[in-house]
């Protein structure tokens, strides 16, 4: 059973000073909760630092991969099919702007059936689908996800010219 503990607030700077003496004693005691505050600043550091996937602490990482399974497995049952129902569909046509699409094969049902709406029904859009690749496709394939999206852009800024 983890200790209830402000882990947030505290590294957040947002604990009275009281209550951060009292749990800065708890930190001398407990390795527990040493560790989850150790995890908690590693993984602030990824989200306010540039730093390619493979640099990301082991640890982050996998909590990372966890907490993605956890999510896939708590909304989805195998094979279902969850039609796009999302407002903006209906408003698809006021878009400007060169869109692109992208998604993974591995993804849920919901997923992909969405990227493949979106391809259908939105006129000019271009799409990349990744073999082998589940949600995090950025993440997953960091170089050519990058590729593309150079590639895009600058195509993009060569038609606008
Ligand atoms: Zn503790």
């Known amino acids: 059973m983890a200790c209830e503990i402000p882990l947030g607030e505290y590294l957040d700077g947002e604990l009275a000073a009281d209550a951060r003496r ?3 004693v708890h930190l001398t005691d407990c390795a527990e909760c040493r560790r989850r505050v150790d995890l908690e600043r590693a993984f602030k550091e990824i989200y306010t630092t540039p ?21 896939y497995r708590a909304d989805q049952s195998p094979n279902q099919v969850t039609p796009p129902e999302f407002v903006a569909a209906e408003h698809l046509d006021r878009l400007t702007m ?8 591995l993804d849920v049902t919901s997923t992909l059936r969405s ?4 391809v259908a029904n939105l ?7 990744f073999e082998g690749v589940a949600h ?4 997953e394939r960091p170089a ?4 593309m999206l150079r ?3 600058d195509e993009s800024e060569r038609a606008a010219r």
Do not use: H, K, Y
């Not at 060169?98 to 094969?105: C, K, M």
């Open 115 to 118: 990227g493949e709406w979106l």
């Open 151 to 153: 590639e895009f852009l």
């Open 136 to 139: 995090m496709v950025n993440l």
């Open 22 to 24: 009292l749990l800065e």
């Open 98 to 105: 060169p869109v692109l699409a992208t998604w993974g094969t």
């Open 51 to 71: 730093l390619r996937p493979e640099e990301a602490p082991p640890d982050v990482r996998r909590r990372m991969m966890q907490w993605n399974l956890e999510s």
């Open 144 to 147: 050519e996800f990058n590729q």
């Open 123 to 129: 006129p000019g859009i271009r799409s990349r689908v």
